[in-house]
Structures are given as structure tokens and as C-alpha cells.
């Protein structure tokens, strides 16, 4: 059975046909500019490989906030996001529209989680976290084997933590401030420090905010879900692979033998996927909208 994702994301989006990470047939990358121009790239991919291919399904990964309640009568349609020009573009009708099949539609990171869960780090587990950390700081949260779910998708990226003793930046998100996402996402750190961000060594200062800010982070995680593990990439922690180390320690340092978490240490880890949980996050949706799982570890074998 052939797949295709589409992965939505702030930057850039990515076109995928798939059948598992071990066979790419094709990817495809679009920028993220205006709804229009951005889906309507999209939808003549999807087009084209509906006609010189046989799809089976389609999953739609996109980042947020999103409609994701079907029956809803915003279904698929992005909601308040910050990025201009967004907020009410309808896509999951348009690109299930070109594509021809069945589609199912999710947050960018519940795909990343699920696909860490089908093919990484989050094998053998129903209950499991994945967190991204680049342009914004999203969530996929697991729970019992499929995505939290109540009025909404969780938006734990936008929760606010304790801040760090002599932290004053007073954080870029629109909404929050000094939510995670406004303290520690990719913009908020260009936003502080320019374009030297790519130089920085891993001593500066400032990873040692953004580690504490993560670490706090996971302690809700763990409050709230009790993920038997938490994966954590993206852009940021991409090139910043000493993070993960700081907020092992810091995270077990905040939670004070309170709750012992499983992984001797290595709680949090990186996504085996690396860059690839996104993609392979829509290629893992398209999957379960036409062969759900009744049980993760079947499939993790």
C-alpha cells in the first residue's frame, strides 16, 4: 500500500509518498508562505501523484492551532495561529480533495509522535510524548495508544513555567509571553539573539535557559500523562544535541525523587527519525485513516 503525507509546518511544508521509512518514493518540499499559494502547491502534488499512482490514503500533519474535532464545523481548518494569514484556511478539505482518498488529518507533532511510535523510539509503547522544538515548541501527547483529545488538541508548548533564577527575558509569543514556546522555540531565540544563533557554542549562557525551560516543561509532561518516554526534536535540538544531557539532569533535579522515571537516566531522548519523525508523522496518519491499530505493540514488532 503507497501513502501520501503532507506535513504543514511554519517554514516549510513537505510532500511525502511513502510506504515505511525504508521506502521513499518520492518528497517534495513547498515554503509556507500565503494559504493559498502554499496549498494550491500542495494540492498539484497531491493531483499528480493521484494520477501516476495507485494511494491508498492520505494523512495531513500540520502544525497549529488546528480543527482536528471531526463533525466540528471548522474541521480542518487552522484556528487563532500566529502566523499571518492562517488563522481560518481550510485544509484538510482541499488537500483530501486532490488527493482522492481517505485522509486523516492531526497536529504535525500527535503525526511525529505516532510515527516515532510506529518505526523509533517510541516502539512498544502506548503511552509516549513527542516534542519538537524549532520555529514554535509543540506537543504530541499519547495516551492509551491515540492523541489526547477533549475540545481540542493539547497546546502544552504554550504552557508557562517557573522561570530560572535571574531570567528576564520576557519571551516573544504573541499570546503568552513567556510561555515555552515564547522562551525557547527557534523564533524566540532569533528574536533574542539575531543570526548569531547558529554560532553559538554550547557554553553560552542561553542554553541553560532554554534546557530549564524545556526541563520544565517535560515535569508537566510527566505530571499530567506519565509518558514512558519522551522524545524531543526539531530544529533546535538538531544542532544543539548537548541539550538533551542538561535536560535530563535538570528535569530529574525538578521533580526531587517526587516520581521515578523509567530509562535510567535517559528519559528523554532524541527521535531515532531524526528530522524525518515530521514527514513519516503524515506518511503514519495516512496509514492509520485506512488500517488502524487495535494495539501499538502489533505493529511495533
Sequence with gaps: ML????????TKCVAILARDPNDVVAREIVRTTSPDET?????????KWSTSHDLSGLGIASFGPIDVIPGS????????????????ADIASRL???????????TDVNGAAL???????????????YVTVGTGI??????SGKPTRGFAHCELGHVRVPRPAGGDWPGTCPFHGDCVEGLASGSA????LGD??????????VWDEVAWALAQLCHAIVCAAAPMRIAMGGGVLAHQQHLIGKINLLLAASLNDYLHLPGEGQYVVAPELGLDAGPLGAVALAIEAVRPRSNLHETSQ
Design 115 to 129: 510515527a516515532e511510535m510506529r518505526w523509533g523510539s517510541g516502539r512498544g509503547f502506548d503511552d509516549f510524548a
Design 189 to 192: 531565540l532569533q528574536a533574542r
Design 73 to 88: 464545523a471548522t474541521y480542518g481548518h487552522m484556528l487563532a495561529t500566529p502566523k499571518p494569514g492562517w488563522p481560518g
Design 3 to 10: 501513502f501520501a503525507g503532507v506535513e504543514l509546518g511554519g
Design 138 to 143: 509543540g506537543v504530541g501527547l499519547i495516551v
Design 39 to 47: 496549498l494550491g502547491f500542495l494540492e498539484q502534488i497531491l493531483r
Design 96 to 106: 483530501q480533495c486532490a488527493a482522492g482518498v481517505p485522509a486523516a488529518l492531526d
Design 196 to 205: 548569531r544563533v547558529a554560532q553559538l557554542g554550547e557554553d553560552h549562557p
